[in-house]
């Protein structure tokens, strides 16, 4: 059965804090693991989607890396404006969406 | 392009009461979909559909319809509203089901009374 395990559930940094969001998944055959970024009251916003064990990717304080079995989201020197629920994603084996992890709420505090 | 928009914004309904959710996309998406989402518990699927007049039912589907007649909207049916509907929904598009991103709208919260 797919599964996808986040964790931190909640995260409280200070501004500058470096650290790293997990998402762990198991699924029959992987086709690319997404990550998104949700403000409050708002819809997930698209960051990244890696699609093989090794690839990384990067856009401004985050990086977005992948292995066989997880998936980490390391945030470096983060902002106040970095505070927001990040989401990851995988597509569900044998069907035509994607499965959601419940999410980790990061909070930077100035 | 306005992406995916939904309408209403909030909408408060007494038990028992009908409504639907509106949702279009101007990106020309075959894959549309509705999710749930309860807090703590993430996005879950409700109903998606592979294209105009095709459909099927996500994980909690029971206590609503759809219908896809156009390839731009995606409206959502609550019939019988109960106070266990009361969420935020979001509807979402993508060209390519399981490889390209979801374009998600700015969500409805709804409330049931």
């Known amino acids: 059965e797919d599964q996808v395990t986040q964790s931190p559930e909640a995260l409280r940094l200070q501004e500058g804090e470096s650290s790293s969001l997990n998402c762990s998944y198991t699924?029959?055959?992987?086709?690319?693991l997404f990550w998104y970024r949700q403000d409050p009251g708002k819809g997930p916003e698209f960051l990244f989607t890696?699609?093989?064990a090794g690839e990384e990717k990067e856009k401004e304080r985050l990086k977005a890396t992948l292995t066989k079995k997880e998936s980490f989201l390391h945030i470096t020197a983060p902002k106040p404006e970095d505070s927001a629920t990040y989401l990851c994603?995988?597509?569900?084996?044998?069907?035509?969406?994607?499965?959601f992890g419940t999410g980790t709420r990061l909070t930077v505090i100035p | 392009n306005a992406g995916v928009t939904q309408t209403p914004k909030f909408r408060i309904l007494k038990i028992g009461q009908s409504m639907t959710l509106q949702c279009t996309q101007d990106?020309?998406?075959?894959?549309m979909y509705w999710y749930r989402q309860d807090p703590g518990m993430g996005l879950k699927l409700i109903y998606y559909?592979?294209?105009?007049?095709?459909?099927d039912k996500g994980e909690v589907p029971n206590g609503y319809n759809v219908s896809r007649s156009t390839t731009e909207d995606f409206p959502l049916r609550l019939e019988l509203a109960a106070p266990s509907q009361t969420s935020v929904y979001f509807c979402?598009?993508?060209?390519?089901?399981?490889?390209?991103?979801?374009?998600f709208g700015p969500g409805t919260r709804l409330t049931v009374l």
């Open positions: 979402a598009s993508t060209l390519q089901a399981r490889t390209d991103t979801q374009y």
């Open positions: 699924v029959s055959g992987l086709r690319g």
């Open positions: 890696l699609y093989s």
């Open positions: 994603a995988v597509p569900k084996t044998g069907a035509n969406n994607l499965f």
């Open positions: 990106m020309n998406h075959n894959y």
């Open positions: 559909s592979v294209g105009a007049g095709i459909t």
